[in-house]
């Protein structure tokens, strides 16, 4: 395993360690809403907590970029962190969450680690390394038609204005696909497109840190990803689509037809 990896993987668990301890006390947990459906509660910043302490203590000089606390400038490594991914479904008792940590230097992802604690399964993967589910090496799916695929996805619960572009989307791929899932994860639902669990996956307006980890998976594990023109601004737009090369490009051509000027204008 990579050196950085390794550092990853056991900030992931020290993290993971602190979400299962809390599981079972959920009703007592302080959350704060931090806008409309976004929360956050005390388990999420115990969890950052711990995994920037991992980190900072193997590499003081790297950046972080972390959901909870922000921008932590340094040089050019950049971790991106979301210590609890999935925050609803875990306030409610509902096991699909994750830990997420990536590893950019200079702008392009190196190392990834996507950690259930739920299931103790550990995704990770490597730059020209592959990527790996436990000690299983990941490939994406066969699939070759949306017919009789199975989808992933997430509703733009932050983004309203965009919800009818959205909703059409939906219409497009649902009347040829076996079934189109939304578990409310976006870091675990890339990881299981990686992992062959879905054969794509498309949402709109996520953030550096729900997808940097998954993204990497996927490409180790031989599939793509794009943003909704087929370009690589995922990351900044927010509007990301992936799958197996020919699943890909048949969400693609579904989908691209009800991309609106405001969505276009986000990529």
């Known amino acids: 395993m990579h050196p950085m990896l390794n550092i990853a993987v056991r900030a992931a668990r020290s993290a993971g360690d602190q979400i299962s301890r809390a599981v079972d006390q959920v ?3 302080h959350v704060d809403e931090k806008g409309r459906n976004d929360f956050a ?13 991992v980190i900072r203590k193997a590499f003081p000089a790297h950046t972080i970029l972390a959901e909870e606390s922000g921008l932590h400038a340094g040089d050019d490594y950049v971790w991106i962190i979301d210590p609890l991914d999935g925050t609803t479904n875990f306030l409610h008792g509902f096991p699909q969450f994750a830990v997420s ?6 702008g392009r992802l190196e190392q990834a680690v996507v950690y259930d604690p739920s299931r103790q399964e550990l995704y990770t993967a490597t730059r020209g390394g592959g990527a790996m589910l436990n000690n299983r090496r990941l490939r994406v799916t066969r699939q070759s038609s949306l017919r009789g695929a199975l989808l992933g996805t997430g ?11 959205y909703l059409d989307m939906f219409r497009s791929l649902f009347k ?9 994860a976006a870091a675990l639902d890339l990881a299981y497109v990686a992992a062959g669990r879905l054969d794509g996956f498309w949402e709109i307006g996520l953030r550096e840190w729900d997808m940097a980890a998954g993204v990497l998976l996927i490409q180790e594990a031989g599939g793509l990803v794009t943003d909704f023109e087929n370009g690589d601004r995922y990351m900044s737009s927010g509007n990301l689509i992936t799958g197996n090369p020919k699943i890909h490009q048949q969400m693609l051509d579904a989908i691209q037809p009800h991309v609106t000027e405001a969505l276009r204008r986000s990529d």
């Open 27 to 29: 009703g007592n947990l």
């Open 41 to 53: 509660s005390e388990v999420d910043t115990m969890a950052e907590q711990a995994i920037i302490e």
């Open 101 to 106: 940590i990536a590893l950019a230097h200079q």
């Open 155 to 165: 509703f733009p619960f932050k983004a309203h204005q965009h919800l009818d572009a």
């Open 176 to 184: 040829d696909a076996a079934g189109i899932r939304r578990a409310g």
